[in-house]
C-alpha cells in the first residue's frame, strides 16, 4: 500500500490567496484526520471525517478553514482567505480497523503565508 | 475527560545509552495506547501500541514500552540508544471507539549525543 498520500508536499502562497490541501487516505479505511502543527502549538486536531461525514470540526480555527471529503478515498482542506498565522505543516491520517484508534500519517505539506 | 501528559519537552542522551520517556494518561476505562515518532521533516510512524493482554509490548526499532496502570503510564524505553533515533516522539490515548480518534501528548524532542 502507498499509505496516506498528501499534495502538495509544499506550499508557499501570498496573503488572501486561497489554498487547498489534498489528502488521499490508505484504501479502506474509513476515518480520517486533519491535523495542523506548529513549534507554538504543537498538534492540533482540526476536523475528523467517519465514513466520509463530518463527526468533530471544533478544532477547526476559524470560518476561513473548510473541509470536505467528497469520498472514501479523497479529501481537502482549504484556507481562504490565506494568513500568516496559518503558516504550519498540516498532517492527513487515516485509521481503518473500527474502534482500533491506530492512525496512520501522511507525509504532510508544509504551509508558508508571506 | 481523556488526557495526555509527556513531562519531558526535552531530552538528551548519549549514544549507546539507555533510554526512558515518561507518559502519563488520564481514562476512566482501559485505554488504548501508542507512541509514535517523528523524524524531522517527516510525518508520524507508529511505533508501538497497547490495546490488552501483555503489559510490556514491542515496537518497531527496538524500542518497547509498559503500561502500568495504577500508576497511568505507558513509558517508552530503549537499552540502547543509536544516533539515528533522535526525533520528537509522541504518546497518544485512545478509547477504542469507532471514530477512531486520539489525544496526542504534547511530545518529547530526543536529542543523541555521540
Known amino acids: 500500500d502507498a499509505g496516506v498520500i498528501q499534495s502538495p508536499r509544499h506550499e508557499v502562497t501570498e496573503m488572501g490567496q486561497e489554498v487547498t490541501l489534498r489528502c488521499k487516505p490508505i484504501?479502506?479505511?474509513?476515518?480520517l484526520f486533519w491535523y495542523r502543527q506548529t513549534m507554538m502549538r504543537g498538534l492540533e486536531l482540526l476536523i475528523y471525517?467517519?465514513?466520509?461525514?463530518?463527526?468533530?470540526d471544533s478544532g477547526m480555527p476559524e470560518d476561513r478553514f473548510s473541509a470536505k471529503m467528497p469520498n472514501a478515498s479523497f479529501s481537502t482542506l482549504k484556507i481562504q482567505p490565506s494568513e500568516p498565522r496559518d503558516s504550519a505543516v498540516y498532517f492527513c491520517?487515516?485509521?481503518?480497523?473500527?474502534?482500533?484508534?491506530?492512525?496512520?500519517f501522511g507525509p504532510g505539506t508544509r504551509l508558508t503565508v508571506t | 475527560a481523556q488526557s495526555v501528559t509527556q513531562p519531558d519537552i526535552h531530552i538528551t542522551v548519549s549514544e549507546g545509552a539507555s533510554l526512558e520517556l515518561r507518559c502519563n494518561y488520564s481514562?476512566?476505562?482501559?485505554?488504548?495506547l501508542f507512541w509514535y515518532v517523528q523524524s524531522p521533516g517527516q510525518g508520524l510512524q507508529l511505533l508501538l501500541k497497547?490495546?490488552?493482554?501483555?503489559?510490556l509490548v514491542q515496537g518497531i526499532k527496538g524500542f518497547e514500552a509498559e503500561f502500568k496502570r495504577s500508576q497511568s503510564s505507558f513509558n517508552l524505553r530503549k537499552p540502547s540508544v543509536h544516533w539515528s533515533d533522535a526525533a520528537e516522539y509522541f504518546c497518544?490515548?485512545?478509547?477504542?471507539?469507532?471514530?477512531?480518534?486520539?489525544?496526542f501528548g504534547t511530545g518529547t524532542l530526543l536529542a543523541v549525543q555521540p
Open positions: 491520517a487515516s485509521s481503518g480497523d473500527r474502534g482500533s484508534n491506530e492512525q496512520y
Open positions: 484504501s479502506g479505511h474509513n476515518s
Open positions: 471525517f467517519n465514513n466520509n461525514v463530518p463527526i468533530d
Open positions: 481514562y476512566g476505562a482501559t485505554p488504548y
Open positions: 497497547y490495546f490488552s493482554g501483555d503489559t
Open positions: 497518544a490515548v485512545g478509547n477504542g471507539g469507532a471514530t477512531n480518534k486520539l489525544i
